[in-house]
């Protein structure tokens, strides 16, 4: 990848990637997605991501099902929950794949980060994956500052979950964090011309690929819920931290929900990292910027919770 407007770092590791003559994931089964990521993630070195006093499993009951979370407590004086969902295209993704970074984020911030184990699909679909996301979150609220956060198709759940808090009066959520958010099932935005070929890690037919499965009924995709961007009123939405990448095909689609927002009379901090890829923030211990814009990030939600 020669493109001069991505970082020297990312040019390098989509180098290495190329190198390798991986296989798209839209190319396969969602199994054997799951598995390429597996061997991807067991590839990089361990114990990245700050330091906790503890790490713990638990689960957490809603009706029938039985949910998978994974509490984060940083040394030091706590405040506040942060509610965190893993992306992965809601088809592949763990608690272990997202450690780095869900480290990262709750020692910056000095609050306990709950990363939530959601249903993925194709087995479980559209709604599935968001009640769960949601009846989790409901699950850990407490009485302190609250905020939820994920990244791509976990973007698109903390944005769902912030709609849906709302519009169910459910927990008082703070702060929404969403890390280069999937908000709409459209593919026909410029960023999806520019970046959406392959080169650049996401894209045009991996998406298409991700919202067969999780909406395999077209026809919802279009549900607020399912694609936020959608949404006929933004307002009354808690405040959020936006963090983009420039060489995305979701930029334009993360762009358009924070000028919504905007326009909604709700409070945005947009971040666009113009030289960045699609999920470069999680690579915690493995890329400078995004050790730094964790940490960035994770500051700046350790601000609105002491106001």
């Excluded at 983009?244 to 689609?253: I, N, S, T, V």
Aim: glycine residues 10%; negative net charge; contains cysteine.
């Amino acid at each position: 990848m020669d493109d001069e407007r991505l970082h020297p770092d990312i040019r390098a590791i989509l180098a290495r990637r190329a190198a390798l003559a991986l296989s798209p994931y839209s190319a396969g089964t969602p199994e054997a997605a799951r598995a390429a990521f597996a061997a991807s993630q067991a590839a990089l070195p361990r114990d990245r991501g700050a330091r906790m006093a503890t790490i713990v499993n638990e689960t957490v009951a809603a009706d029938d099902e039985i949910i998978r979370i994974r509490r984060y407590r940083p040394e030091g004086e706590v405040h506040g929950t942060i509610v965190y969902f893993h992306g992965g295209g809601w088809v592949f993704g763990t608690l272990d794949a997202f450690d780095p970074v869900c480290r990262e984020t709750a020692a910056s911030a000095g609050a306990e980060v709950v990363s939530v184990d959601y249903r993925l699909a194709p087995e479980t679909p559209y709604p599935g994956p968001l009640d769960d996301a949601y009846r989790a979150l409901c699950a850990v609220a407490g009485d302190g500052p609250l905020a939820v956060m994920g990244d791509s198709a976990g973007g698109n759940l903390a944005a769902a979950c912030a709609l849906r808090a709302r519009d169910e009066g459910g927990p008082r959520i703070d702060l929404q964090v969403l890390l280069y958010p999937i908000t709409d099932h459209r593919s026909d935005r410029d960023s999806y011309d520019a970046f959406g070929g392959g080169g650049y890690l996401l894209s045009r037919a991996d998406m298409a690929w991700y919202w067969g499965h999780y909406a395999p009924d077209a026809a919802q995709r279009a549900d607020p819920y399912a694609s936020p961007l959608r949404a006929r009123d933004l307002s009354g939405l808690p405040s959020a931290i936006v963090v983009l990448a420039g060489c995305d095909p979701l930029h334009d689609e993360g762009l358009a929900y924070a000028e919504r927002l905007r326009a909604a009379k709700v409070a945005v901090d947009l971040r666009v990292h113009p030289d960045m890829i699609h999920g470069f923030f999680t690579m915690v211990g493995l890329l400078g910027t995004a050790d730094a814009a964790a940490r960035s990030v994770g500051a700046a939600i350790r601000e609105r919770f002491s106001a």
